[in-house]
């Protein structure tokens, strides 16, 4: 029985719960990093950092790589990292870390899309009914939400959305063209190749002044740490594994933990909780309920 077809073990369950608090915290991390920087430092510095941490991983894994496949390498560094982080970044100066949170449980939702679009994955009639759930669920949270149109946020609410439509496209890449390379491989290759980009990136966007000019610069590096050492590195290896064990539509229902993960952490920040908040997270869990049938 393959990957694609058995049921998760307990190890598998495991693995999603550790994932899902660490990437939950991710979203308190990057709201206090762009309270100090800019959008554009945070998204730089983490893949600076990450790639950092991932040279010594590349090296180990070095011979076992097929640098040949180095184009969904490239889909794993921009869609599965670059591209979100920015997005994330510059959606969080305008909603709160739970929302965020929240609306990152779509990824599995655009993994079926995507999956069903373009790599030959099968939708039953439940999956299909699911993903119209969940999608209600999320305009229900962007556009009926009054903080969020009090505020005029709609728009930054829909890249936290855009930046989910990235992860899908990377775990679909992955299950179709990397499933077989280790997993610390995937994700460190992807970096060796990009990460002259982001370091060019870092110095030209002026994060490498404002790291050091801030008087909090210190303090906002130590979130942006968590999010590269952690939030990508860890998070990403982890997750990698999790493909590897499982599905492209498992491994990313791991976001179905995030939104409460995400909601606690908030309220312990003193982020309020709405009605909408729980109604539409309850509505888009329903949504992933169905999709994963």
């Not at 950092?52 to 076992?64: D, F, M």
């Not at 962007?142 to 990235?166: E, K, W, Y």
């Not at 899908?168 to 060796?192: E, M, T, W, Y």
Request: hydrophobic share 55%; with cysteine.
């Amino acid at each position: 029985m393959n990957a694609e077809t058995r049921q998760p073990t307990a190890i598998d369950w495991l693995l999603m719960l550790v994932l899902a608090v660490m990437w939950g915290a991710s979203f308190l991390m990057i709201k206090r990093s762009v309270s100090i920087f800019e959008p554009v430092h945070v998204a730089m510095w983490r893949m600076v950092l990450a790639t950092v941490i991932y040279l010594p991983i590349a090296l180990a894994y070095w011979s076992r790589i097929d640098w040949k496949r180095w184009k969904p390498m490239l889909v794993v560094a921009f869609c599965g990292s670059a591209i979100p982080n920015f997005l994330f970044a510059v959606a969080q100066r305008h909603v709160n870390s739970s929302l965020a949170g929240i609306l990152n449980s779509l990824s599995p939702l655009f993994t079926f899309i995507i999956g069903a679009s373009f790599f030959q994955l099968k939708v039953s009639w439940a999956r299909g009914l699911g993903i119209i759930v969940g999608l209600t669920g999320a305009v229900m949270l962007v556009l009926l939400n009054s903080r969020v149109q009090a505020a005029g946020n709609a728009l930054f609410a829909g890249l936290c959305i855009l930046a989910t439509l990235c992860y899908a496209i990377n775990a679909n890449v992955v299950g179709r063209h990397l499933k077989d390379q280790p997993p610390a491989g995937i994700a460190s290759s992807a970096f060796v190749i990009t990460g002259g980009l982001f370091l060019i990136g870092l110095f030209l966007s002026g994060g490498w002044e404002a790291a050091w000019q801030h008087p909090r610069g210190l303090e906002g590096l130590g979130y942006v740490t968590y999010l590269a050492a952690l939030g990508t590195v860890g998070g990403s290896i982890l997750y990698y594994i999790l493909l590897q064990r499982t599905s492209p539509i498992f491994a990313t229902s791991v976001t179905y933990l995030l939104p409460v993960t995400a909601i606690a952490l908030g309220v312990l920040d003193g982020e309020a909780l709405s009605v909408m908040d729980i109604m539409g997270t309850g509505v888009i869990l329903t949504g992933l309920y169905l999709a994963s049938k």
